[in-house]
Each structure stands twice: as structure tokens, then as C-alpha cells.
């Protein structure tokens, strides 16, 4: 989006918000809460664009994941979930540490540099299945980036292991945790959070347990699930809880927001929900987070496998400068009806499509390749 100065002034008189993200200074709640219900959309996404440019310039990168779900089996049955199962269904599953190491054998030769593992709360499974299922994937592919495991799934497995996160963290780092992804997170605000999940940790959960994991030298994404029944304030709140662990610890790597998939969801079937978010408010979350984040995380992905390629296109001159991911196996968005597989040539594409530079990255934002 290609815009002058004088049609910006023009464009943003009567939004201080607007007026401070220009300035480079930090957002506050309410600034926030006014973006959420700012009228001109394309004044707030030519700002969000504009704090992108001089945030990370005009590249836009993607790294090539493998995304691996070693059980659908969970303890826990959210109202926003499409994959879980309860373990005695004919398509319940559970991989060995043999199946994972093979499998990211074939991820590796697919070109991809890390693998994305996450899975249910599985009730059974003790903390060594994990440490063996990362010493099998270093033991035969030692430069594969090994992130897994959302925040949520650490806090389950600290309650049902009995050891502290801290513990927990410490002997999955040992045995080749490398990151973690920014899952688990959904919205933080309770009144929210407590009707669309069931069984996982709160919002302060996830945030306690994310922070020892930055403490420990392990960074990680952080995500929010937008799109249901949510209004601006869980947004907002979301974001600048973010932001305040950020402040401390430089952690997250990137943020994703995750736009809600409504197909096979007990919030469908309960039609809590009905339709799936229009795309004006898909981009008014991606263009807000820029925003909000500004200063403290130059990153914002994309995550084309929910929005879809072509929104995805547009979000990315609405304050994304990601996407994620290259994702050669996904089962959970699969589960909810989207289609997930894309090669590393077909990412690049859609970038340069859209008159950006297209860059290959790996887990910290490093560059390996441009197109
Ligand atoms: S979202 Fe995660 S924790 Fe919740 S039911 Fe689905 S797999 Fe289990």
C-alpha cells in the first residue's frame, strides 16, 4: 500500500491512536479499544503498514515447517477444538518416538529446517515419552530446530508428571526441546477463555509458564484465537499482556493471530457461533497487533493456512511481515476443514506477487535464502 504523507494526515485526523503509532510512541488499552472501532479501516491499515515498513523494512519471510502431531488424544475437550479425541475412537492415535524421528526424516529431505510438534493433552503419556521422542529426532537429524510443546501442554504435563514447569522445562531442554510454539494461548480474558476451553490452564497459566520457559533461554511464538465470541476489550487486554511479558524477558519471536475455524467445533454444533469472522475484522486484528506490539516484537505473521492465500496477501500489507508456515503436515486446522499443504516456491510466489521481497528464514528470523 503506497501512500503519502499528506493523504495519511488527511486520513487519520480524529484518531490520537493514529497520531501516536506515527509518532513511534507506545499504545496504551484505550488507544487500543478506540482501533478496535476505528471507522477507516484502510487509514488504519495504511498506518499499520507504514510502522511495518520501519519496523522490518519490505521483506517478508517464511520458514519451512514440518508440523507434526504426535496424539489427538486429550484430557481436556475445548469448545473451540475440531481434534481431539478421547482416545477409544477408531481414529484416536498416538505416534512412537520411532514414527516422529522417521517422519522428520522425510520432513528434512521436504527441505524443511524445523519441526512444529504439538499434540493433546494426553493423560498417559509420561514425561520420558517426550525426552525420548526429542533425543530420537537429535540423535539421527541433529541440525533439525525442534520446537514443540505450547505453554499449555508444559503446564499439563508439570500437573500430571507432579514436577514444577520449571523441572519440566529444564529435562525437555536437556533432552533437545529447542523452542516452543505459540499455541495454547486463545484469548487470556476469563470471561472469555472459560467458554471456549475446558480442561486447560488460564490465561496467567500460559503467561507464568511461558516466562520461565524465555528465563531458561527457550524463546517461542505467541498466538491469540480471534474470530468467535469475543469483543475489542479481549483483543486489547490480550495484546498488551503480550506486551508486558515481552517487555521483560524479549522472548516471543513472532506473533500469530489465529484466526478462528468454526468447522467441527462444539461452538458450531452449540451454534454459539455461526459464521466464521468477516474478512474487514480478519485484517483490523492483524493492523491493531501491529500496532499494539510496536516496540517490542517486530514480527507479525501470517497465518495463511486460516485466512486463506489471497486474504493472507492482503493481510500482509496490514501489518504482517510473516507467514507461517510452511506446514507439510498439519492435522488440527485439517480437522476444522481448512487445506494446509504449500511448498517453499508457492510461499514465495504469493510474496513477490504482491511486490515484496521474499525471504526464507529459519526459527529466529535468520535469513537463509531470498527469492
Ligand atoms: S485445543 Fe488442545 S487442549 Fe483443547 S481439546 Fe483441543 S487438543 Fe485438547
Redesign the pocket.
Known amino acids: 500500500m503506497k501512500i503519502t504523507k499528506a493523504v495519511l494526515e488527511n486520513l487519520i485526523k480524529e484518531s490520537k491512536a493514529l497520531e501516536k503509532a506515527i509518532a513511534g510512541e507506545e499504545l496504551t488499552y484505550d488507544d487500543g479499544i478506540e482501533l478496535m472501532s476505528y471507522d477507516n479501516l484502510y487509514a488504519l491499515g495504511a498506518v499499520a503498514d507504514l510502522v511495518r515498513t520501519r519496523q522490518v523494512g519490505n521483506r517478508v519471510t517464511f520458514a519451512a515447517s514440518y508440523y507434526l502431531n504426535y496424539t ?1 488424544v ?5 469448545q ?2 475440531a ?2 479425541r478421547k482416545g477409544n475412537e477408531s481414529d484416536a492415535y498416538t505416534l512412537s518416538a520411532k514414527d516422529i524421528e522417521a517422519r522428520v526424516g522425510k520432513a528434512k529431505e521436504m527441505g524443511a529446517t524445523e519441526v512444529h510438534i ?4 494426553h493423560p498417559d503419556l509420561p514425561l520420558e515419552y517426550y525426552e525420548d521422542m526429542f533425543r530420537a529426532i537429535k540423535q539421527s537429524h541433529p541440525e533439525m530446530h525442534v520446537k514443540a510443546l505450547t505453554a ?2 508444559i503446564f ?1 504435563l508439570s500437573k500430571l508428571t507432579k514436577n514444577s514447569v520449571k523441572e519440566v522445562l529444564t529435562r525437555l531442554k536437556a533432552a533437545g526441546l529447542d523452542s516452543m510454539p505459540g ?2 494461548a ?1 484469548l487470556f480474558h476469563p470471561e472469555i477463555r472459560n467458554k471456549i ?4 490452564c488460564s490465561g496467567q497459566e500460559w503467561l507464568d509458564t511461558i516466562e520461565q520457559a524465555h528465563n531458561l533461554g527457550i524463546k517461542s511464538n505467541a498466538t491469540m484465537l480471534f474470530g468467535h465470541i469475543e469483543k475489542p476489550e479481549h483483543i486489547v487486554d490480550h495484546l498488551i499482556k503480550l506486551r508486558e511479558v515481552q517487555k521483560r524477558t524479549k522472548g516471543f519471536l513472532t506473533f500469530i493471530p489465529l484466526k478462528f475455524s468454526l468447522e467441527n467445533t462444539e461452538l458450531e454444533q452449540e451454534k454459539l457461533v455461526t459464521n466464521e469472522s468477516p474478512s474487514t475484522y480478519d485484517l483490523r486484528v492483524i493492523a491493531v497487533s501491529r500496532l499494539l506490539l510496536a516496540r517490542q516484537l517486530d514480527n507479525i505473521s501470517v497465518y495463511w493456512v486460516a485466512l486463506g492465500k489471497k486474504l493472507a496477501q492482503v493481510a500482509l500489507t496490514y501489518g504482517g511481515n510473516d507467514l507461517v508456515g510452511t506446514a507439510f503436515s498439519e492435522e ?1 486446522y485439517k480437522a476444522a476443514g481448512k487445506g494446509t499443504n504449500s511448498s517453499i516456491l508457492e510461499l514465495a510466489n504469493m510474496i513477490k506477487e504482491i511486490g515484496r521481497e521474499a525471504a526464507q528464514r529459519d526459527t529466529f528470523f535468520n535469513i537463509i535464502k531470498t527469492f
Open positions: 489427538n486429550c484430557a481436556a475437550s475445548c473451540m477444538c481434534f481431539y504439538v499434540g493433546g493433552f499449555a501442554e499439563f499455541g495454547g486463545e476451553v475446558r480442561g486447560k488440527i
